[in-house]
């Protein structure tokens, strides 16, 4: 047996659950045996993104002791586009150069 973390987190609160599972359990597996899906109704069961210690994982990753084991959620915008979005601000409040995006030079 070994010893694993299932969480899963919003902005205002996170859960955190800790189990012990055979070896050889996968992250899906480990998320399902958490019992979190049903805690939690904001999670998507059918179309979940998993990850351990911060790397995305397949579902059928097997764990190993002491592997945290997170849920991540959808995003709800592109990070390119809310980038652009950004930069695009900057310079039109004069934050940013307007030619190369990068910071205005000091004179």
């Known amino acids: 047996m070994i010893n694993v973390e299932v969480v899963f987190a919003l902005p205002t ?5 800790s189990l012990e599972v055979p070896e050889g359990t996968t992250a899906e597996q480990a998320v ?3 019992g979190i899906i049903e805690k ?3 999670i998507e069961a059918t179309s979940l993104t998993l990850g ?3 790397r995305t994982v397949k579902l059928n ?3 190993k002791n002491g592997d945290r084991v997170e849920i991540y959620r959808p ?11 950004r930069a695009e601000k ?3 409040e004069g934050r940013a150069n307007k030619v190369t995006g990068g910071r205005p030079l000091e004179r």
Do not use: G, H, M
């Not at 995003?75 to 979005?85: E, F, G, H, N, V």
């Open 75 to 85: 995003l709800i915008a592109d990070p390119k586009d809310a980038r652009r979005k």
């Open 52 to 54: 351990v210690w911060n």
């Open 32 to 34: 399902i045996q958490s």
């Open 61 to 63: 990753q097997e764990l």
């Open 40 to 42: 939690c109704p904001e």
């Open 13 to 17: 609160i996170a859960t955190c659950l």
């Open 90 to 92: 900057a310079k039109e």
